[in-house]
């Protein structure tokens, strides 16, 4: 029932205006019931500063895509147990193992106060603020976001790799296979199946674009150091905190979350389709 209600509400809001004057919301007559969805859609592209927003996303989004074999990869390396792989597990096992908000906490005290400090120590050099600083902030969040991605379904993925046949390995050693040929022709479609399933969003995260963690780390003070996405400011100006009213902002961001499931999910249901057709067909 409690779900029912749910919706009704998200759906009321979707479809709701804000009067400015009374304080209070009204719901748009029929004629005018996609007023919402026109409107945040509006501000995305033309909107000068709502546009770079999005664009930022968009931009974080193309990042993630040379990286997206890098988990993978790390997998392997560790499955193959090189030098060096067991003190990896560790750490990047750590991570998985506390909530992401002591994992937040405990890099931002690690980047803020122990590596200035050092530098300090060996240096004499005083680097100033790492976080808030405007030059560095976007690329610290970045490498925050894929260095905790390295450890990415990792567990999973060896104990996959650890179905390969020996004997197959054993022909592909004495085959010649290097560990890159090995990784290319057995690891990656042994686990194929697997990631297929992680990368049916990609699609929809290049249309959509996809946020970093910057509430975690700046709050509201995000729009000082050039860091805001279409996400954070649709959710700090619902909280009241961006630069749009939350009572104008509540109907388009329900609009949005609407406009944004309906892409994501056409976009899952094509990149399926495209995964299924390049599947390898390899069984383990």
């Not at 976007?138 to 390295?150: D, Q, R």
């Not at 388009?252 to 299924?276: E, H, P, R």
Request: hydrophobic share 50%; glycine share 8%.
């Amino acid at each position: 029932f409690l779900n029912v209600v749910d919706h009704a509400s998200a759906v009321i809001t979707a479809i709701s205006g804000w009067d400015p004057v009374a304080q209070d919301y009204f719901v748009y007559p029929i004629s005018k019931i996609f007023t919402n969805f026109k409107a945040i859609l509006s501000m995305i592209f033309t909107d000068p500063e709502v546009h770079v927003y999005y664009l930022r996303g968009i931009f974080i989004a193309l990042l993630d895509l040379p990286t997206i074999f890098i988990p993978v990869f790390v997998s392997f390396i560790l499955y193959k147990k090189v030098p060096l792989s067991g003190l990896w597990t560790i750490v990047l096992f750590v991570p998985s193992a506390f909530s992401s908000l002591m994992m937040s906490m405990s890099f931002k005290y690690f980047m803020e106060e122990a590596i200035p400090g050092m530098i300090f120590d060996w240096t004499g050099k005083n680097i100033g603020s790492i976080f808030f600083n405007k030059d560095r902030a976007f690329w610290i969040l970045i490498f925050y976001k894929e260095f905790f991605s390295l450890s990415a379904g990792y567990i999973v993925n060896i104990g996959t790799l650890k179905k390969i046949p020996d004997e197959l390995v054993e022909v592909g050693k004495l085959s010649g296979l290097t560990m890159w040929q090995e990784f290319w022709y057995l690891g990656f479609p042994c686990l194929y199946k697997v990631l297929s399933m992680g990368w049916w969003g990609i699609l929809g995260s290049l249309i959509l674009g996809t946020g970093l963690p910057i509430y975690e780390f700046y709050a509201d003070r995000a729009y000082d150091y050039g860091l805001v996405t279409l996400d954070y400011y649709i959710f700090t100006s619902t909280l009241g905190q961006g630069k749009t009213s939350a009572g104008e902002i509540a109907g388009y961001s329900q609009a949005w979350a609407y406009i944004a499931g309906i892409i994501g999910l056409i976009c899952t249901l094509i990149s399926m389709k495209v995964f299924d057709k390049l599947d390898p067909g390899w069984e383990v």
